[in-house]
């Protein structure tokens, strides 16, 4: 037996009820500012993600390497109904300023994410996608959490845009590639 949800045509969500297919995530935006100053923001300026993200209260990097392949982070969110979960993430992908692309190891959150940067003249296109799995608990609101994620995901990217248009966060760090750059 297959339902198919009522969600956004952001998400490509079907649900049986023996099978479980994975969900696909995907937000765009485009925000005034060079690729390399987007950049900086959202990959090397983890920490602060909480001032442009909803729900995440503290991100940590676990590595003391500059971020690059291999890092891995520690994010702490208070989800809606007073959830709290913990995800780690490890990214797999460091292209600086193009691409960055990871999986989640640890929480609720099996699967993958991204972000992809376009530029073009002083504009950057922001794709980020995520294709994941509930696990544990959240699992049983499967559903209702894929919505909220989606909405959330939305959310995010319009105040990263507001974020990073209204001058906020650190600029570009200029010199060469870090030797952890490598997809």
């Not at 935006?29 to 923001?41: F, H, K, L, M, N």
């Not at 940590?60 to 780690?88: A, F, M, W």
């Not at 992908?93 to 073009?120: D, M, N, Q």
């Not at 544990?136 to 909405?151: I, K, N, P, W």
Request: charged share 25%.
């Amino acid at each position: 037996m297959t339902q198919r949800s009522g969600h956004p045509a952001c998400l490509g969500l079907s649900h049986r009820w023996d099978h479980v297919t994975m969900p696909k995530l995907r937000e765009t935006v485009d925000i005034e500012a060079p690729a390399s100053r987007v950049w900086a923001v959202v990959q090397e300026d983890v920490k602060n993600a909480p001032k442009w993200t909803t729900h995440l209260k503290k991100a940590e990097q676990l590595d003391q390497e500059p971020p690059g392949k291999g890092t891995r982070y520690r994010y702490h969110l208070d989800l809606p109904g007073g959830i709290k979960e913990t995800l780690e993430v490890e990214q797999t992908t460091y292209v600086k300023p193009k691409r960055c692309a990871g999986i989640f190891t640890r929480g609720p959150l099996k699967g993958t994410w991204s972000y992809t940067y376009t530029e073009r003249k002083g504009t950057t296109h922001v794709l980020y996608e995520m294709d994941y799995e509930l696990g544990g608990l959240l699992r049983l609101a499967g559903g209702l959490l894929a919505r909220q994620y989606s909405e959330g995901i939305r959310d995010n990217m319009a105040s990263l845009k507001k974020y990073v248009e209204s001058g906020k966060g650190p600029q570009p760090h200029p010199g060469p590639p870090s030797s952890r750059e490598k997809g």
